[in-house]
């Protein structure tokens, strides 16, 4: 089983646009390394088999799929309707083309209910165009494309975005963005698992993501054999942090490629 990180950073990205000659805000970020320059956070996991999961539609989407050379997925996941998460969702529909039906995608209800609000040509069609993708709840699902699929509720701040644990090959791979709060559900969901991307905004603590101390804290709990930080701003330097943490923690960047 393989993850492919498609952008590992926050909502803004590294470097953030501006800068003293405005080609970019790389704050504590070393511009001279390529694993700092972040696009906006979402993976794509894949089985022995080839099918492929992908999870958030982010506003880089086209640029992250050209750049991993992806150019199909099996299904789609959301963690929420945030834009940062869900605004590239226009560059699914190369994907769409040659396919039977739509798209598959999933969601929490109140993912669903806003991003077909929000999208609603996407998921019904319009102007003679094809639904480029369905959006169906995550309650009954417990299978798609060979892989299998838990999920639980994280805090995110006033909101919720959901959490995800996807298996196949004997293998397990849980993705955890958007949180601000560690609960029993989360520690559970991804017990034992072999890859765990965990939100990881910045050292310091804030009100709707998990900074470094709560992030090597879920690492510690759910006893995952390998973490990847995700999510970063301009105050977390690749080699810095690198530095900072345990051996079986990673600082995550964009393109990273690692089998479960």
């Known amino acids: 089983m393989k993850l492919i990180m498609l952008g590992s950073g926050t909502s803004t990205g590294v470097p953030r646009i501006g800068g003293p000659d405005g080609r970019g805000d790389w704050g504590e970020c070393d511009p001279a390394e390529p694993r700092n320059r972040r696009s906006r956070v979402s993976i794509v996991v894949e089985s022995a088999a080839g099918s492929r999961l992908l999870v958030d539609t982010t506003p880089d989407l086209r640029s992250q799929l050209l750049a991993n050379g992806i150019y199909q997925v099996d299904a789609v996941f959301w963690t929420h309707d945030h834009a940062d998460h869900t605004h590239g969702i226009d560059d699914l529909r190369p994907m769409r083309y040659g396919r039977g039906g739509p798209l598959p995608?999933?969601?929490?209800?109140?993912?669903?209910?806003?991003?077909?609000?929000?999208?609603?040509?996407?998921?019904?069609g319009q102007h003679g165009y094809s639904t480029i993708c369905s959006i169906e709840p995550l309650d009954r699902l417990r299978m798609c494309a060979g892989f299998?699929?838990?999920w639980c509720q994280m805090e995110h701040g006033p909101a919720q975005s959901t959490a995800y644990r996807f298996e196949a090959d004997g293998k397990s791979i849980g993705y955890a963005t958007d949180f601000s709060a560690i609960n029993r559900d989360m520690v559970d969901l991804f017990s034992g698992a072999d890859i765990l991307v965990i939100d990881c905004l910045k050292r310091e603590p804030h009100p709707t993501h998990a900074h470094l101390a709560m992030a090597l804290e879920l690492a510690e709990a759910s006893r995952a054999s390998l973490a990847v930080l995700t999510h970063m701003d301009r105050s977390m330097d690749y080699a810095t942090v690198s530095g900072e943490i345990p051996g079986h923690v990673l600082v995550g960047y964009d393109g990273l490629v690692l089998e479960a």
């Open 105 to 124: 995608g999933y969601g929490h209800e109140e993912t669903v209910r806003r991003l077909r609000n929000r999208f609603g040509y996407v998921f019904a």
């Open 148 to 150: 299998g699929v838990a």
